[in-house]
């Protein structure tokens, strides 16, 4: 081991170091440096950051010196490359940016008819002319039909007689219906009920009642003739093999017209009666009606328990709506294929394009007064029996079909139609 001792002209000599220093240098050999000598100054180690740097530099130099030197100049490329790259690169340049992906888009809300009337709270009631009375031709008259669902005969007769009692004077039918009377067959309060109903209704008479016994309070169709009116041949209660003890039909048969008085099973809560309904009621009830059109012009009026078309419904896009009795796609796809058996939306005829026509308000949602409602009522007709100009000679027509909301303060509304028989 060897210690370097500088030593220069100009600074003092060095003092003795301590006795501790010189045990621990032991025999270590000390070699005097001048430093005003040129050996001297390049003997003296750098700091170790210069020593590293020095290194880099020379591994630089080194690699610089023994890479081959190019001795010509590469040729340049042909022009007409040069062009092509040129253009290439200015098109580059001129390219639109992709767009920048967009976060995912909200799904907009489905919209009916009547969501544009949210806001107001109220769907505005349409004012529907009637259809003016025109001449008949020789031979034919007007058989008037009115039909209305009670939703229960007694009580209706003890806090809304005065509506029915103003209905039929409006109107004078011919036939009128009372759908869902719920009156039991032989009960004391059955008569006392059919008494006060003529009461109430002194030009009329029962021609035909219906009565459930599948259970009590449930169901019922009656019919009532006026006095004076048109009489049928035959007039006589009429059931459905899949639901022969609810009490559900009346049919009326004429000269040249059979009218069928109806009231429809609901699907019910839950839909615990759905398949029910579309794989047996509704088949039957066609069958039904096209057995019987294909002897006369067939009538088929009340309360049918769909909603058809979308202005059938106040709220047709709420996501429960498919899944609610009366307006599932399936009931109403069945009703459309009732209509392609040959038979005609009265009122949808006469009024093609109207909104707000409803027949059914729920009671429990208070929704009468701010008219959300749906069209479960009906009139259909045979197809041969709509006619747009003058009134035929040779078979019945429709002339009128029509609602009575203003009679109803909910639930559901009297409905009717005119023909020529």
């Known amino acids: 081991q060897t210690v370097v001792s500088v030593k220069t002209n100009s600074c003092p000599a060095a003092p003795s170091m301590p006795p501790k220093f010189d045990k621990k240098l032991g025999g270590a050999k000390v070699k005097e440096l001048n430093l005003e000598e040129p050996e001297a100054a390049e003997a003296t180690p750098a700091p170790k950051g210069k020593r590293r740097a020095a290194a880099k530099k020379e591994g630089a130099d080194a690699a610089e010196n023994s890479a081959p030197k190019e001795e010509e100049t ?48 109220s769907i505005p009631e349409p004012e529907l002319l009637r259809r003016p009375e025109v001449d008949l031709p020789e031979g034919r008259r007007r058989l008037r039909l009115l039909s209305w669902n009670v939703g229960g005969l007694r009580a ?13 004077k409006q109107e004078t039918p011919d036939i009128l219906g ?10 004391s309060d059955t008569d006392s009920a059919l008494e006060a109903l003529l009461e109430a209704l002194p030009e009329y008479e029962v021609a035909a009642v219906s009565y459930s016994t599948a259970k009590k309070g449930y169901s019922g169709v009656l019919m009532l003739l006026r006095k004076s009116g048109a009489k049928p041949l035959k007039v006589a209660p009429e059931n459905l093999s899949c639901a022969a003890d609810e009490g559900r039909m009346v049919l009326a048969e ?33 069958d039904f009606l096209k057995g019987k059109a294909a002897e006369k012009a067939v009538v088929l009026i009340g309360d049918l328990n769909v909603a058809h078309q979308d202005r059938d419904i106040w709220n047709v896009e709420a996501p429960h709506i498919p899944k609610s009795a009366g307006t599932t796609p399936q009931e109403r796809e069945s009703f459309s294929q009732l209509l392609e058996n040959g038979f005609k939306d009265g009122f949808s005829h006469r009024h093609p394009e109207v909104l707000g026509a409803f027949t059914y308000w729920s009671v429990r949602a208070g929704n009468r007064k701010s008219n959300r409602g749906l069209r479960l009522d009906y009139v ?42």
Request: proline share 9%; aromatic share 6%.
């Open 74 to 121: 590469p040729n340049k490329r042909p022009a007409s490359k040069r062009k092509a790259k040129a253009a290439a690169g200015e098109e580059a340049g001129n390219a639109e940016e992709p767009p920048a992906k967009k976060g995912r888009a909200k799904k907009p809300k489905p919209e009916g008819p009547y969501t544009c009337f949210k806001e107001q709270g």
């Open 156 to 168: 209706f007769l003890k806090g809304r007689i005065a509506d029915l009692q103003a209905a039929v």
């Open 178 to 187: 009372i759908l869902e009377h719920k009156l039991q067959e032989g009960a």
């Open 254 to 286: 004429f000269e040249n017209l059979f009218v069928v008085l109806c009231y429809v099973p609901n699907s019910g809560e839950g839909l615990k009666r759905h398949d029910e309904r579309l794989q047996k009621w509704d088949p039957q009830l066609r």
């Open 380 to 421: 259909l007709v045979s197809e041969n029996m709509v006619c747009d100009g003058d009134v035929p000679e040779d078979r019945p027509t429709l002339l009128d079909a029509f609602h009575l909301p203003k009679l109803a303060p909910g639930d559901h509304c009297a409905v009717g139609a005119v023909l020529s028989v």
